[in-house]
């Protein structure tokens, strides 16, 4: 009965991965602190309503320090002691410009949300992870924050979004190395893309296929997977023309 936070579970992959953890089986899955900015979201209305005893709400703005403070205290005060199995740093935002020019401003708030906040939200939800033995956190990335492949993503004009992930995928190693003697798995994973608000209709993979290959992916790494950086598997997709395979293999930083 495995404990979870997810943060940005409002919509999208947080809403989708609530939804997918809710419907598991008790054995699997037991609190699922599905966190967001705020609790208008209808979708997640109806699945705590639905799973009141499994699913709750947690107000949390990872940009701001002292939400992030009062979300982990209420989350330890509802655990009881118990330790916290698995984090998910979902909550992100990604820019667009008009001529792929990096503006200081967005950059400077994108690195807020997509670095900083995973930071102070990691950070406070550790000496959580550490009573347990799971100690998983996984950030949510992208194959569009890989050095190595940045050429293939050149037509698109988010250039705050693609900086800000790869910074994220360091921060992520760094973590890996500073926690693996503790016994933690940190692993960054590229959920591809999907048909949420951020990722339009015109996206690869409907929601609910993205986060089943990203929950697989949670489920399965283990610490000899940590400080990695994984795509997930879709069947059919792993060979595909254009820029975006899903074949579950290591993604280049």
């Known amino acids: 009965m495995a404990s979870y936070v997810i943060t940005g579970s409002s919509r999208g992959i947080g809403l989708g991965l609530v939804s997918l953890l809710a419907s598991l089986p008790a054995s699997q899955v037991g609190k699922v602190f599905a966190t967001s900015r705020q609790d208008n979201s209808p979708k997640l209305t109806e699945l705590i309503k639905q799973h009141p005893d499994r699913v709750q709400f947690v107000q949390l703005d990872v940009t701001d320090r002292e939400s992030v403070k009062r979300a982990a205290a209420e989350v330890e005060r509802v655990l009881d002691g118990k330790p916290l199995d698995v984090l998910i740093n979902n909550a992100g935002f990604m820019p667009w410009t008009s001529g792929g020019v990096v503006d200081a401003d967005d950059l400077a708030e994108t690195f807020n949300m997509n670095v900083v906040s995973v930071h102070n939200v990691t ?52 973590y890996a190395l500073e926690f693996a003697d503790a016994g933690f798995t940190f692993v ?4 591809g893309w999907l048909q949420t608000d951020m990722g339009g209709e015109g996206a690869d993979l409907p929601v ?46």
């Not at 550490?130 to 698109?156: C, D, P, W």
């Not at 960054?188 to 959920?191: C, G, I, K, Q, R």
């Open 123 to 174: 950070r406070a939800f550790l000496p959580m992870l550490v009573k347990g033995e799971t100690k998983k956190v996984f950030n949510i990335s992208t194959s569009v924050g890989s050095i190595a492949q940045a050429n293939r993503y050149m037509h698109l004009l988010v250039p705050s979004y693609k900086i800000t992930k790869a910074a994220l995928n360091m921060l992520t190693k760094q």
């Open 188 to 191: 960054a994973l590229s959920p």
């Open 208 to 253: 609910d296929i993205g986060v089943r290959a990203t929950l697989h992916i949670v489920h399965s790494k283990t610490k000899k997977d940590n400080g990695r950086f994984f795509n997930i598997k879709v069947a059919g997709w792993e060979n595909k023309q254009g820029p975006n395979q899903y074949n579950g293999a290591e993604l280049p930083w």
